[in-house]
Nanobody, 122 residues
Framework: QLVESGGGSVQPGGSLRLSCAASGPTHSRHCMGWFRQAPGKEREGVASIRVDGNIRYVDSVKGRFTISKDNAENTLYLQMNSLTPEDTAMYYC???????????????????RGQGTQVTVS
């Protein structure tokens, strides 16, 4: 139900925009989020957006990443600017129908999860 795209290779300082196409309406999803997992590291929440527009970011991406939704297109986005090699990871989108919504919510707490798109910064 969630399909990510937009990953790729970029030089440090560059930008990428990730997309997550949802098969169902994004406007009614209680919470949608982006996660990432670098080799040898645990998956971490990057950003979340609640149905009322409340947005949260992990500290390491604040000021550089922007999460947004296009409800008409049923698509979630993650605009990533000023990328660094530390941002290299597989990026995943997820959605949940109820419960707490924050960048700190774990992957297992989401009800719908995508397969990921690779981002490499070097």
């Amino acid at each position: 139900q969630l399909v990510e795209s937009g990953g790729g290779s970029v030089q440090p300082g560059g930008s990428l925009r990730l997309s997550c196409a949802a098969s169902g309406p994004t406007h009614s999803r209680h919470c949608m989020g982006w996660f990432r997992q670098a080799p040898g590291k645990e998956r971490e929440g990057v950003a979340s957006i609640r149905v009322d527009g409340n947005i949260r970011y992990v500290d390491s991406v604040k000021g550089r990443f922007t999460i947004s939704k296009d409800n008409a297109e049923n698509t979630l986005y993650l605009q990533m600017n000023s990328l660094t090699p530390e941002d290299t990871a597989m990026y995943y989108c997820a959605a949940k129908d109820y419960g707490f919504c924050s960048d700190s919510v774990g992957w297992a707490d989401y009800h719908y999860r995508g397969q990921g798109t690779q981002v490499t910064v070097s």
